[in-house]
C-alpha cells in the first residue's frame, strides 16, 4: 500500500521560510516521478513542482526561484524548500506519486 506523510508546514509570516518533508513506502521510491501539488482555499488542485527519478526537477512559474523540490532516495523522503513566501503561496500542500497524495501539511503565510 502506498503512504505518503508530509510534515512540515505551519504559519509564518510574509518573506519567511518552511521545509516540507514527504516520506514515502510502499513503493520502490527512487523509480517514481514525485510531485508536490497544492491547493489553496477555494481553488483547485495546482502542481507546484515535480522531480524526476535521476533529479531533474519543473517548477510553475509562481514560485520559480523561490522554492526548491529535493529527494532523498535512500530514505525514501521528498522535499520542499519554500523561501521568500507570500501570502497568495497560502494552502494544503500535497505530495504526490501517480494520482495517489499524502493527507497534506497546511501552509499559512499571513503577518
Known amino acids: 500500500e502506498v503512504q505518503l506523510v508530509e510534515s512540515g508546514g505551519g504559519l509564518v509570516q510574509p518573506g519567511g521560510s518552511l521545509r516540507l518533508s514527504c516520506v514515502a513506502s510502499?513503493?520502490?521510491?527512487?523509480?517514481?516521478?514525485m510531485k508536490w501539488v497544492r491547493q489553496a482555499p477555494g481553488k483547485g488542485l495546482e502542481v507546484v513542482s515535480v522531480?524526476?527519478?535521476?533529479?531533474?526537477?519543473w517548477y510553475v512559474d509562481s514560485v520559480k526561484g523561490r522554492f526548491t523540490i529535493s529527494r532523498d532516495n535512500v530514505k525514501s523522503t521528498l522535499y520542499l524548500q519554500l523561501n521568500s513566501l507570500r501570502t497568495e503561496d497560502t494552502a494544503m500542500y500535497y505530495c504526490a506519486v501517480d494520482d495517489t497524495r499524502g493527507q497534506g501539511t497546511q501552509v499559512t503565510v499571513s503577518s
Open positions: 522531480i524526476n527519478p535521476s533529479g531533474g526537477t
Open positions: 510502499g513503493f520502490t521510491f527512487h523509480h517514481y516521478v
